[in-house]
């Protein structure tokens, strides 16, 4: 399956910003997808993940109730709608699959990436 993530930006502090991440070449609904990011000079981060068949979500400990992750599975593609944005989520934000499994945080035990979308926060 092939991954594209979009819908990065340049927003100020207390934005809204909704990425996409539109998947091709295979049924997305099998698929457990994860967001992550990762900001010059630091880790991978789990930002969250939704599980494959139902739509049971997970999210890191920074979210707080920020970020939520949906699908459309008729238009195989997974959300990630962020809120109340702060400068420190400034980051590339990358999305990722795993067949047929429950949301994990590990981005090693993801199979596909998509390309990366830049968020970048204002202050």
């Known amino acids: 399956v092939q991954l594209q993530a979009s819908g990065g930006g340049v927003v100020q502090a207390g934005a809204s910003l909704r990425l996409s991440c539109v998947a091709s070449?295979?049924?997305?609904?099998?698929?457990?997808v994860g967001w992550f990011r990762q900001a010059p000079g630091k880790e991978r981060e789990f930002v969250g993940g939704?599980?494959?068949?139902?739509?049971?979500?997970r999210y890191g400990d920074f979210v707080k109730g920020r970020f939520t992750i949906s699908r459309d599975n008729a238009k195989n593609t997974v959300y990630l709608q962020m809120n109340s944005l702060k400068p420190e989520d400034t980051a590339v934000y990358y999305c990722?699959?795993?067949?047929?499994?429950?949301?994990?945080?590990?981005?090693?035990?993801?199979?596909?990436w998509g390309q990366g979308t830049q968020v970048t926060v204002s202050s």
């Open positions: 990722a699959a795993k067949y047929k499994v429950i949301v994990t945080t590990t981005a090693n035990n993801y199979d596909y």
């Open positions: 070449g295979g049924t997305f609904s099998s698929y457990a």
């Open positions: 939704i599980r494959w068949s139902v739509d049971i979500t």
